[in-house]
């Protein structure tokens, strides 16, 4: 289901380019899912990758636990990527650019997708990747993860304050 994206009442802090948002992505290194069971949200934090041509977010999380109680029941999220570029003193605000977006988690099965997620999330994460990747994506190592891909239905970004830098 795609849903219109909600308009920001100042428009001057909209960035509309997805180059520009693609940037704030590549940039950092966290992540916040929210996601909802009945009527009970949780908010967690990861690192990811990217992959902009199929505009996705790949991540990596245990077998078990809350966050998978949460996406197997519902797997909608809203997310966001923020570059927090310091608060202004003496303005009582702050600078920043973020990227928000929605989609649909589903959990990768194939040795190749898994390898393809996590190479995508090495290379964003490891200044040197090479040395990771030949480490963990070792073939039959792979078995046992578990690779969330979040296909994205909507995205939007804002930013505020970038000429005020000191």
């Not at 960035?15 to 916040?32: G, H, L, N, R, Y």
């Not at 078990?64 to 605000?93: A, I, S, T």
Request: aromatic share 10%.
């Amino acid at each position: 289901m795609n849903q219109s994206p909600y308009h920001l009442r100042r428009a001057e802090k909209a960035i509309s380019e997805a180059t520009e948002m693609f940037d704030v992505i590549a940039t950092q290194k966290v992540m916040t899912i929210a996601m909802c069971r009945g009527s009970e949200p949780y908010l967690v934090s990861l690192n990811y990758g990217f992959d902009p041509t199929d505009r996705c977010f790949y991540f990596h999380c245990a077998r078990d636990g809350k966050k998978m109680d949460f996406l197997k029941e519902n797997p909608v999220v809203w997310g966001q990527v923020v570059e927090d570029r310091g608060y202004l003193p003496g303005q009582c605000d702050h600078a920043f650019r973020c990227v928000m977006f929605r989609g649909s988690v589903e959990f990768l099965e194939t040795e190749d997708d898994k390898r393809y997620s996590l190479e995508v999330m090495i290379d964003h994460c490891e200044p040197d990747p090479g040395p990771v990747k030949s480490r963990l994506l070792v073939k039959g190592k792979l078995d046992n993860v578990v690779v969330g891909r979040i296909r994205i239905d909507s995205m939007s970004g804002k930013q505020a304050h970038l000429d005020n830098q000191s």
